[in-house]
């Protein structure tokens, strides 16, 4: 019997790991892009370089929503275009399922399959995804194994 994580399992504990560098306390996110196994970027919320941080200086609120940060997913795009690290056809780990504007992203920089963590506030990303054909996982971890499921149910 094999006690290795999944490879699924694996990048998502990443993801988390990331996301203890986050900057902004209302919620800390990491994402990690991946293909074939091999990580090619990562990225936290965060604000922009050389910018004060919100756990610094405070948040930058409007509309409810913290906008001094950069969501970890922008951040893992980012980076990889700063290294000229091409990530079409790659995977995306992210503790947090993509906000709208971070789907769009996503979905423009040709990544293929997105796992998350936790639901996060916009269900757009379903059928626009399926649509699109990219594959959406939530990952789901417990006291038991993870389970993969695809999202929508179907």
Not at 33 to 39: H, K, L, P, S, W
Not at 106 to 114: V, Y
Not at 137 to 154: D, F, H, R, V, Y
Request: charged letters at 25%; aromatic letters at 8%; a negative charge.
């Amino acid at each position: 019997m094999d006690d290795r994580a999944s490879w699924d399992d694996y990048f998502m504990a990443i993801a988390r790991q990331v996301a203890t560098r986050a900057t902004c306390d209302r919620k800390h996110v990491g994402a990690v892009i991946v293909r074939e196994r091999t990580i090619l970027s990562t990225g936290y919320n965060g604000s922009v370089r050389g910018l004060e941080h919100c756990d610094e200086v405070g948040h930058m609120m409007e509309a409810g929503h913290c906008v001094r940060t950069i969501h970890a997913e922008a951040n893992a795009i980012i980076q990889a275009a700063r290294n000229g690290v091409a990530i079409g056809g790659a995977d995306i780990y992210i503790t947090a399922s993509p906000c709208w504007q971070c789907f769009k992203m996503i979905a423009n920089a040709g990544i293929q399959r997105i796992i998350f963590g936790e639901f996060y506030r916009d269900a757009r990303i379903y059928e626009v995804a399926k649509t699109l054909g990219i594959e959406l996982l939530q990952l789901k971890t417990g006291e038991e194994p993870s389970i993969e499921e695809k999202l929508p149910a179907e």
